[in-house]
């Protein structure tokens, strides 16, 4: 009788957006086949409808090839002569990492290839009319620095850009050519389909014009992609409601949720409601709704912390802040206190949790401080197989085998193989 009401994440809705598109092709409609039939009807098109193909994920933990990809591509560019100023990085893990990370950033942007090009572009003409000024200005005169050291040109830095864009439209290129896909990618393909169109093909979204309702519960942090998609999305739904925390008592920690509003007033015209009810809590966590990180003068002054390796033994009051200036103290002051619960009151280490917020941020310092402190940890250390001596050593030797095209590697000296001898993981064979 009332249908269903989806609930997704954001990641969950592009992927339905992807499953549910449906791609429009003019295709002849087969009619008229005899030449003495009227040429009105002769060569109709007519549109056939079908689903959009569904791509394979490559950045996925089972199936991690999205950095491989674009480590060949570069390579292969390399090769052809393409890259000019990323070329002597091109075999550099640092350099990959740095390639794949930029990608990320524009697919998050909503940049598509021929959208950065024509930044790229648009860039170079500027750095352009900027080098001529400067020329004119020095009427012929070498540039110098105060340091008296020859003006650097920014074309190193266009050419760098160019050629990230050259890699970026490889690296789509072959996504399409081969069905893959990434989260980021996947966004931007949801992004167009809104839009209308993907890879010059008409696409619709049946489904959504029967959405009357369009609920954003507590989505404030969005990216470019992630608003530009709202942005289409919010017009085309009669009823849209968008629930947002606030507290009038300690507004400055909402501040962030501000740009948020202001955005999404941008799109559409909304009515602003707040609703002043709260849930109802106990004792000491009434104050800390009210002056946890709240910057305002005297308001953090009943904010009481216990005193260090004492317990107040007073109800409710178990709450303690600490301020700490990095990672290491944060985790080395956290091992000091999970010590105590279990040496001065009776705890069991498997009563105790430590939850962070970026698992990959805190797990290299985690592991090690409890390693010091004698803590047991049951978090598994999760190293990529290129980190591996053993395995990189291996990948150098191919490498070295593999590619004899390369002007490098055409005659491997007896010095890069007895570099790879000293690292023990080679025998010679007698």
Known sequence: MWGEFPVYLFRGFVRRVLSSAIVSEARPSGKATQPTEPLLTRGLLTPTEAPLTPRVAIDREELPLRRSLISQIIKQLSAAGKL?????????DG????????????????KTPDEYRKVVKEREQEAATEAQRHGEGTKGKPRTTEGGRAFSSPRSQID??????????AYVAALDRFGLTDEDADQLRALQILSG?????SVSLPWLEQVELLVLDGFFDFTPVQGEILRRLIPVVPNVIVNLNHDRR?????????????HLESVAAFDTKINDETVTVEGYLTSLRERLFNS???????????????????????????????????????????KSLVLNEGYQISDIALVVRERSAYADTILRVCADESIPCNLERRVEAIHVPAV????????????????????????DIAHLLKTDYFRVSP
């Open 197 to 201: 169109e993907v890879a010059g093909r």
């Open 296 to 338: 305002g003068e005297d308001v953090g002054a009943h904010l009481c912390v216990r005193p260090e390796g004492r317990h107040t033994g007073l109800p409710l009051q178990n709450i303690q802040l600490l301020e700490c200036g990095d990672r290491e103290t944060e985790i080395r002051s956290i091992a000091k206190e999970i």
């Open 392 to 415: 990189r050593a291996c990948g150098k030797l191919f490498a070295l085998l593999k590619e004899p095209a390369r002007e490098d590697f055409r005659n491997p000296k007896a010095g």
């Open 250 to 262: 300690n507004e400055e920690i909402f501040q962030p949720f501000q740009s948020t509003i202001e």
């Open 95 to 110: 350099c990959v990492n740095t390639v794949a990370t930029l990608i990320g950033e524009l697919q998050r942007a909503g």
């Open 160 to 169: 760098f850009d160019r050629e990230v864009a050259l890699i970026y439209s």
């Open 84 to 92: 000019k100023a990323i070329r002597p990085l091109a075999n550099r």
